[in-house]
Every structure is written in C-alpha cells, then in structure tokens.
C-alpha cells in the first residue's frame, strides 16, 4: 500500500509561479514511476508529466515541459512539480500518482497507475 499527499496548490496570478510536492510513504521502489495530472471542471483527467524515480528521467505532455519541471528527492521520497509563467487555463486539480515497479517506460494513461493523492487546487487568476 501506498499513500500519496499533495500540496503546494493555492492561487496565484497569471504569470506566476507555484511549486507543488507529493510525499509518498509505504513501499515504493527505485523502479516506480510518478506522475502529475490535472483534472479542470468537466474536463477528464489529463497527463502533465511523468518522472522515473530511478533514473531521474522525465516525460512531459506536449506543451508543458516549456513551462513545467518535474523532479524528485528519492531520499524524502518526494516528488515535485514546479510550474512557471502560469497561465488561467492552468487551472485545476492536480494530482500526483505512481505506478510500482516500472519497466522503464513512460506511462501517460490514468490506468496505468495504481496509487493516486487526494488532489491540491491551483486557481490560476487572469
């Protein structure tokens, strides 16, 4: 078992800035993978990036990686999500989630992992 738990979210002007975190603890593995997603109203929930706890490698959706780091501290088993020049349509829940032993690929579908946070708010003001 696994628990995840975001935070960081708030609200923040447009061309700001906001870091979120998600600490994991139960059993983890060097050869998950974690991710970041968001969910907007009625909107489904959409891949933003993914960061292979091993390697450090990452993988962003299309138009993110401009402006969106993921990055990680294995040894507080924390990930985060740093996020730049923001922008209202930025707006929405975000969570993180992981998928235990990982073969090395990056996963960008919401089944393909097994653990997910409760979720933390960005309100991204024009």
Known sequence: QVQ???SGGGLVQAGGSLRLSCAASGRTYGNSAMGWFRQAPGKERQFVA???LGGGSTHYADSMEDRFT???DNAKNTVYLQMNKLKP???A???CAIRLNSDGAYYTGRPDYQY???GTQVTVSS
Do not use: F, K, M, N
């Open 70 to 72: 993921i990055s990680r």
């Open 116 to 118: 997910w946070g409760q």
């Open 50 to 52: 993914t960061i292979l």
């Open 89 to 91: 349509e930025d707006t």
């Open 93 to 95: 829940v975000y969570y």
């Open 4 to 6: 995840l738990v975001e």
